[in-house]
């Protein structure tokens, strides 16, 4: 899996747009649930975010939040903080962020956050302990706390559109950011039998569109620089939603699943989980 989140990959993911990292919309989807914690709570939120996301880690700063972060590699947490808006996080002792170094498999707190985030998590952790790790993310979280997040899910009962179809579409429409438009369905064409995602063979499609002359050359031209021919040598995971969801409801309860307003949202769920008592 990821285990070479590095300083030169974090260079790679600041080239992203959403659904690889948080957007204004879906910043928005998770703002309305942790100020009904907040006002449910009376009190100052505790949040642990998995992974070194700008995003969250900004919106734990602007929402007043005891941030907690955990990363498993500090150089790419490191490196990622050039992307902060707000860099009190990092000089001023009272915002302080406090930092784990460390798989978020290995998360071994208990009963101690409000709200634990993450974006595109789930496909990061080997299948294999993914359920172990839902186990410790509620383990973690208070009663009542929040787990929210989405990640690339194959949709109960997806067939693959026709590329001709997919690239027509794109054109004659509004020309909306290349990636954000077709990584899902790169992303479904890509798989194994295992539901792994390689980054090369996504790399391979994307070329072969161009080479079949149904992708223009200034649109293929953003794909070449994503790192899916070397540096991103690493495998994620695509579960079925009815795989994660069964997984999910083995530890929570699912309040809500909602969508953002991005192009992309009818394929990228936001799961909004709770947690009921203790793990």
């Known amino acids: 899996m990821a285990s070479n989140w590095d300083s030169n990959l974090a260079l790679i993911w600041t080239k992203m747009v959403g659904p690889s990292r948080p957007t204004i919309s879906e910043m928005a989807v998770y703002t309305r649930y942790a100020h009904k914690l907040m006002l449910k709570n009376n009190e100052k939120l505790r949040i642990l975010i998995l992974g070194s996301t700008p ?12 941030v907690w972060v955990m990363d498993a590699n500090f150089d790419y947490h490191n490196n990622i903080n050039r992307e902060l808006r707000h860099k009190t996080i990092l000089t001023e002792k009272k915002y302080k962020e406090h930092l784990i170094i460390d798989k978020w498999q290995n998360l071994n707190i208990e009963n101690y956050f409000d709200i634990i985030i993450g974006d595109l998590v789930i496909g990061n952790i080997p299948p294999s302990e993914l359920e172990n790790s839902l186990y410790r993310i509620s383990r973690a979280l208070k009663n009542n706390g929040l787990f929210l997040g989405k990640s690339f899910f194959v949709p109960n ?11 027509d579409n794109y054109y004659s429409s ?15 064409d890509c798989l194994d039998e295992n539901h792994m995602l390689n980054f090369n063979r996504q790399y391979k499609k994307v070329l072969q569109l161009y080479q ?4 223009k050359e200034e649109t293929f031209g953003y794909f070449k620089n ?3 021919e070397k540096e991103m040598e690493f495998e994620f995971h695509v579960p079925t939603i009815k795989t ?3 997984l999910l409801k083995k530890f ?8 953002s307003e991005d192009i992309y949202s009818p394929y990228f769920p936001l799961y909004i989980a709770t947690k009921e008592r203790s793990a």
Do not use: V
């Open 55 to 66: 995003e969250f880690r900004d919106w734990g700063f602007e929402e007043n939040m005891d």
């Open 212 to 215: 079949d002359g149904l992708m």
């Open 252 to 259: 929570f309860k699912i309040e809500a699943i909602e969508y």
């Open 157 to 167: 009962d997806y067939k693959q559109n026709d590329w001709t179809k997919i690239l």
């Open 244 to 246: 994660y969801e069964k």
């Open 226 to 228: 994503l790192g899916w």
């Open 174 to 188: 509004y020309p909306y950011h290349p990636y954000s438009y077709f990584t899902f369905y790169l992303t479904m």
